[in-house]
């Protein structure tokens, strides 16, 4: 298993931050508050996290790729359960999160627009469907920093796109390349949309398809290439197929016509025109400043400020 720390140095980091800062919410004791008594963990949580990748990493560029919708209609209409279990019940489509992680998240935003780190997110999309077009785009090596499996379907060892997924922290991450997925999951990188979809993810509120689990779906995957081609050995009736399988494969019909559109990121997002280059002064010293105070953030905010100028 490959350590983070032996990834190349140079070309783009992309965060998925929401799964940043709820790591860092739970990771960093709530005892860490604003000279007003409100917490910051979290924001001073992702503070020494982006320190810390920028540390280890040496990127030329940054973007905080963030949600502008979590739970994006299009997708609902396609799957109506997709995160339905994460909806608080009394708040139609608001994200149920902790009481106290929810006021951080303005603070987070506020923050890195002051300190002058790219923030990227767009209408009727998830910070995926955002790190998905920026990674399909790049030009040179990326590295996405996620705790979120879905975003294996982009890795590239051809192209140089990689998955950091944290273990504990930022500093203790497995590097997926294909050579990972292949041998965690038993199918290519390019495979493992159709493979989750199969599957199914609860945690998402995919059902998948019955009787079908990681392994499986792997097998089925490698057997017959893609989705469509599983597809069409349940609909063959001299494949290999059992009578069980091909029946379960062919009822899941209609969950199985828009799966691939839920759970593939796009690619094509519409982004407007940014510089992600790593900023190695504050954009904005004096909000900085009043935000420092205001909210405590101490040794985090020097720590950042500090890695950014001499990887300036």
Same mark, same amino acid.
């Given at each position: 298993?490959?350590?983070?720390?032996?990834?190349?140095?140079?070309?783009?980091?992309? !965060?998925?931050?929401?799964?940043?800062?709820?790591?860092?919410?739970?990771?960093?004791?709530?005892?860490? *508050?604003?000279?007003?008594?409100?917490?910051?963990?979290?924001?001073?949580? !992702?503070?020494?996290?982006?320190?810390?990748?920028?540390?280890?990493?040496?990127?030329?560029?940054?973007?905080?790729?963030?949600?502008? &919708?979590?739970?994006?209609?299009?997708?609902?209409?396609?799957?109506?359960?997709?995160?339905?279990?994460?909806? $608080?019940?009394?708040?139609?489509?608001?994200?149920?999160?902790?009481?106290?992680?929810?006021?951080?998240?303005?603070?987070?935003?506020?923050?890195?627009d002051a300190i002058?780190?790219?923030r990227l997110g767009?209408?009727?999309?998830?910070?995926?469907?955002?790190?998905?077009t920026l990674a399909?785009?790049?030009?040179?090596?990326?590295?996405? $920093?996620?705790?979120?499996?879905?975003?294996?379907?982009?890795?590239?060892?051809?192209?140089?796109?990689?998955?950091?997924?944290?273990?504990?922290?930022?500093?203790?991450?497995?590097?997926?390349?294909?050579?990972?997925?292949?041998?965690?999951?038993? $199918? *290519?990188?390019?495979?493992?949309?159709?493979?989750?979809?199969?599957?199914?993810?609860?945690? &998402?509120?995919?059902?998948?398809?019955?009787?079908?689990?990681?392994?499986?779906?792997?097998?089925?995957?490698?057997?017959?290439?893609?989705?469509?081609?599983?597809?069409?050995?349940?609909?063959?009736?001299?494949?290999?197929?059992?009578?069980?399988?091909?029946?379960?494969?062919?009822?899941?019909?209609?969950?199985?016509?828009?799966?691939?559109?839920?759970?593939? $990121?796009?690619?094509?997002?519409?982004?407007?025109?940014?510089?992600?280059?790593?900023?190695?002064?504050?954009?904005?010293?004096?909000?900085?400043?009043? !935000?420092?105070?205001?909210?405590?953030?101490?040794?985090?905010?020097? *720590?950042?400020?500090?890695?950014?100028?001499?990887?300036?």
């Amino acid at each position: 298993m490959t350590e983070a720390t032996e990834g190349r140095p140079g070309g783009l980091l992309l !965060l998925d931050t929401a799964s940043l800062y709820f790591r860092a919410y739970f990771g960093v004791p709530e005892s860490v *508050r604003a000279p007003d008594g409100t917490p910051v963990n979290a924001v001073r949580g !992702l503070l020494d996290f982006i320190a810390r990748l920028v540390a280890d990493h040496s990127p030329a560029a940054l973007v905080a790729c963030m949600d502008a &919708d979590w739970r994006p209609q299009w997708r609902v209409d396609l799957i109506p359960s997709y995160k339905s279990h994460r909806v $608080v019940a009394e708040t139609e489509g608001v994200e149920e999160v902790p009481d106290t992680l929810s006021p951080q998240v303005p603070v987070i935003e506020a923050v890195l627009d002051a300190i002058g780190l790219t923030r990227l997110g767009a209408a009727g999309y998830e910070a995926d469907d955002v790190i998905g077009t920026l990674a399909s785009a790049a030009a040179g090596p990326v590295a996405i $920093v996620t705790g979120d499996r879905d975003l294996f379907q982009l890795v590239d060892d051809a192209r140089g796109v990689r998955v950091l997924y944290p273990r504990k922290g930022v500093g203790d991450c497995d590097v997926v390349d294909e050579e990972l997925i292949a041998s965690r999951y038993g $199918v *290519r990188a390019d495979q493992y949309a159709d493979f989750a979809a199969l599957r199914g993810d609860p945690s &998402d509120g995919l059902p998948g398809v019955k009787g079908i689990g990681e392994k499986t779906a792997a097998q089925l995957v490698t057997e017959y290439g893609d989705l469509a081609g599983v597809r069409a050995a349940a609909a063959d009736p001299f494949s290999k197929l059992t009578p069980a399988r091909r029946r379960n494969i062919t009822e899941a019909a209609g969950y199985l016509d828009v799966a691939p559109a839920v759970v593939r $990121v796009a690619r094509d997002v519409p982004l407007p025109a940014f510089d992600a280059a790593l900023p190695t002064e504050p954009a904005d010293p004096g909000l900085l400043e009043q !935000l420092a105070e205001r909210w405590g953030l101490g040794g985090s905010l020097t *720590r950042l400020l500090d890695t950014l100028a001499a990887a300036g």
